[in-house]
């Protein structure tokens, strides 16, 4: 994909993870942490954290095409050496929260007959790495897309605008 409607499909692209890493990576946080969460959340978190990593790698091709169509700059290779690490925490979010819901939908199954279930459902300690795991793949995910909004944010609009307004500009 290259463009939408004249523009770089990147531009549009990068906001869906801007918005979507951050958000699967919260609910997997709650849906760890919070049995009452998790019975909600667990499910469409599993959904949404594969249709991420599913647009890691588009938007990333994307960038990429409008890499080799814009001047570069240090600024705009920066952003594109951060933004392949996108992957890399998109993956570990929708590996646990695919684990996540798995679990709940073992433990649904298991309903107190004491059949064995695969993850232990019903384990403290596997809860409890889980948990550890997912917020750790949480602040890591959150900081990638913080880190990686910013380098593309500097390398767009450093030098391309003025502190003070344009004289004609919009408003005057």
């Known amino acids: 994909m290259t463009t939408v409607n004249g523009l770089p499909a990147h531009v549009l692209l ?11 990576a919260l ?6 942490l919070w049995p009452a969460a998790r019975a909600k959340l667990a499910g469409p978190n599993a959904i949404l954290a594969v249709v991420v990593v599913i647009l890691v790698p588009i938007t990333t091709d994307a960038g990429e095409w409008l890499e080799r169509h814009v001047g570069r700059t240090p600024l705009l290779r920066t952003h594109t050496e951060l933004g392949d690490t996108a992957i890399f ?31 232990a459902p019903a384990s403290t300690a596997v809860t409890v ?29 450093q030098g391309n605008f003025s502190a003070t307004p344009a004289p004609g500009g919009a408003g005057h």
């Open 14 to 24: 990068v906001h869906a993870i801007v918005v979507l890493l951050p958000l699967a």
């Open 27 to 32: 609910l997997l946080v709650l849906s760890a």
């Open 89 to 119: 925490v998109a993956l570990p979010v929708a590996v646990l929260a695919l684990v996540v819901w798995w679990r709940h939908r073992e433990s649904l199954r298991a309903g107190g007959t004491g059949r064995r279930a695969f993850l």
């Open 129 to 157: 790495v889980l948990s550890v795991l997912a917020i750790a793949a949480a602040g890591a995910a959150v900081y990638d897309v913080y880190r990686i909004g910013e380098s593309g944010a500097q390398a767009t609009w």
